[in-house]
């Protein structure tokens, strides 16, 4: 992940028309690591955090995506801005992306502190 992170960090700052895809290029292998912490997760309310992020990300998707494909239509029509929704529903999955890991780690690591959300 760092190599990538680092990669697409200078590849962003030397063609910034690529950060959209190197960010979707570094969201993909996070929630593959997410489904494999959740799939051997216990916690039934941790699980269902987790899907919900899963939701979110997936929505955010879908508005970045329809906001990209389909701009000149919505504007056209004097519909809601598509990209707002995005970087609100991004910063609510980032954010409960890096709680859920801070949690799989403290299990991890320390689960006789029996660490909770």
């Known amino acids: 992940m760092l190599v990538m992170s680092l990669f697409g960090t200078v590849l962003a700052w030397v063609y910034p028309w690529i950060n959209c895809f190197a960010l979707m290029g570094l969201g993909v292998p996070a929630f593959v690591f997410l489904a494999l912490e959740l799939k051997a997760c216990r916690n ?43 970087h609100i529903l991004i910063a609510i999955t980032s954010y409960t992306v890096c709680v859920l890991f801070a949690y799989f780690d403290a299990i991890n690591e320390h689960e006789e502190k029996q660490p909770t959300i």
């Open 44 to 86: 039934a309310r941790v699980k269902r955090l987790g899907m919900r992020c899963f939701l979110c990300w997936i929505f955010a998707l879908f508005s970045w995506i329809f906001d990209r494909m389909f701009c000149d239509i919505w504007s056209a029509i004097n519909f809601p801005y598509l990209h707002g929704l995005w």
